[in-house]
């Protein structure tokens, strides 16, 4: 069966070029980073780029962070899956996720279907899907948040992939996926000691999520209210959702998911000074923890 290494790299790709991507995977595997995650919003297709980013790497398992299931059926998931584990000796990792209402009904085109009602259904329709190469070891875990997703994470793929979550919510999810499940928690990391500018950088990122409830709603099942959701977050929400601070205050926290019951942590490298472009300092600050 199939393991997965401690720590990961998550980032968001749809503005880089070849070259930039080449550079990055490259890179990632090159500071031996177990897996490289990345998302599917408005730009790279998931699956064409997930063999983009293999065909690069000769170690690095590839993940799906994740991709949407409104944006291909479940046989052609399926199809994508195995060809690339198949094609690329079983590095690719299928992270599937319901998305959210506003991405696939304005967007694509679709109907939002009740997310849990959805995700089993996809399920069934993938494992009946019948296709003529071989069928490797699946390799497919769940963006799951709420309680429901997460078994459901738990009970039919390898496990749950959470984003943008507390060590504490990591402690609850391990608890409903059992302790062999693969739980792979996603924490923002900004190496800079310098309060103001950490929490710049946090609110820059976070303006994209706070609209959503997917989000939201977890918060408040964590503790965090309204009041934290206004403007660009409060100082409480930007702190808990971006560690920041030295070397080694960051690995300190990155630690806590770990002990909460964390099984994998891809932790996404905000820069400094906002731009998009990945901190390395932050990767070799983290790599081996």
């Known amino acids: 069966m199939k393991k997965i290494g401690r720590l ?41 780029f997930g063999g983009f980013a293999l065909s690069q790497t000769s170690r690095l398992n590839v993940a799906s962070g994740i991709a949407n299931i409104y944006a291909r059926d479940a046989t052609a998931s399926t199809a994508g899956h195995d060809s690339l584990n198949n094609l690329h000796d079983g590095r690719f990792i299928l992270g599937l996720g319901v998305s959210h ?82 739980l792979c928690v996603e924490q923002k990391i900004c190496l800079t000691t310098d309060a103001a500018t950490a929490r710049t950088a946090a609110a820059q990122v976070l303006e994209l999520y706070l609209p959503w409830p997917n989000y939201t709603n977890n918060w408040l099942s964590l503790g965090f ?6 403007g660009h977050g409060s100082e409480r929400l930007l702190d808990a959702m971006v560690i920041w601070g030295s070397a080694k205050e960051i690995r300190a926290r990155l630690q806590a998911h770990f002990d909460a019951g964390a099984s994998h942590v891809c932790v996404q490298p905000l820069n400094p000074d906002g731009s998009r472009f990945v901190d390395w300092r932050a990767l070799e600050a983290v790599a081996g923890l």
């Open 8 to 48: 990961g790299v998550w980032v968001a790709v749809d503005f880089l070029s070849r070259s930039q991507v080449i550079e990055l995977v490259q890179g990632v595997e090159r500071l031996k980073f177990d897996t490289f995650w990345y998302p599917e919003a408005f730009g790279y297709e998931s699956l064409v």
């Open 101 to 182: 209402r506003p991405m696939v009904q304005d967007f694509r085109g679709h109907d939002y279907g009740k997310p849990v009602s959805a995700m089993r259904s996809y399920l069934d329709a993938m494992e009946k899907a019948e296709l003529l190469i071989a069928k490797p070891e699946r390799n497919i875990v769940l963006a799951a948040l709420g309680p429901k997703m997460t078994a459901l994470a738990g009970e039919r793929t390898r496990g749950a992939h959470s984003y943008l979550v507390t060590p504490e919510h990591t402690a609850r999810s391990r608890a409903i996926l059992g302790p062999d499940k693969w």
């Open 225 to 230: 209210t309204p009041e934290d959701f206004k």
